[in-house]
């Protein structure tokens, strides 16, 4: 009984420290370096494509990002690049913030194409299509929204310091909008509230 509750453990913090060395690999892939890999070369690859090339370890001299060797190895690449480059990294990070929340171009997006219908019509059906690019536009009517709200904008900045928070810490590292995604119900919540301020001055411009 004892060994089986030790070997649970031990899976347990297996799966932690490889969770760790993961998220230090967003550095990796948040640098310079990963952008001109990424967005500038050619042909341009999927993310997926990357990983398998680029942290395959019988093609990149033995480093495996999952490693605790590994991570170490491409965490100090990743600082090397962003200090060889400052400015392009800071450019980069505004990029990564938009990403956060309307998608990554080479994971979230077929083709590099952000908000290409014709190159998703090849894979999804109609409904996923308009599903698709509802949840992508979604902070655009959130922003919108604020705006809207922008006299009572205290009542809502405990809401927004958590999506501040949440962007700032992928915009240093790296963007999908899947890390977005569990922040979804906020905007929902601005995107009411605005709808709501609407329709309340909308009844009083008609009295």
């Not at 998220?23 to 042909?43: I, M, N, R, V």
């Amino acid at each position: 009984m004892a060994s089986d509750i030790s070997e649970a453990q031990q899976q347990r913090n297996d799966r932690i420290i490889v969770l760790a060395l993961a998220c230090l690999t967003l550095l990796w892939q948040g640098s310079p370096e990963f952008y001109h890999l990424a967005y500038e070369q050619l042909p341009k690859r999927h993310l997926v494509q990357i990983w398998q090339e680029e942290l395959n370890p019988d093609r990149n001299a033995g480093h495996n990002a999952f490693t605790i060797e590994g991570s170490r190895y491409f965490t100090k690449r990743a600082i090397a690049s962003i200090l060889r480059e400052p400015a392009f990294y800071l450019w980069y990070c505004l990029q990564k913030a938009v990403f956060f929340w309307l998608g990554n171009p080479i994971s979230d997006w077929l083709y590099h194409a952000m908000f290409n219908v014709e190159a998703m019509r090849l894979f999804f059906w109609p409904q996923r299509i308009v599903g698709i690019l509802g949840s992508r536009i979604l902070p655009v009517f959130a922003a919108l929204g604020m705006i809207v709200l922008r006299h009572r904008w205290r009542e809502f900045l405990p809401l927004l310091l958590v999506c501040g928070y949440f962007t700032l810490i992928h915009s240093l590292t790296y963007a999908e909008v899947r890390y977005s995604e569990p922040l979804h119900p906020i905007l929902a919540v601005v995107i009411a509230t605005a709808a709501g301020e609407l329709q309340r001055r909308l009844k009083l411009i008609s009295q």
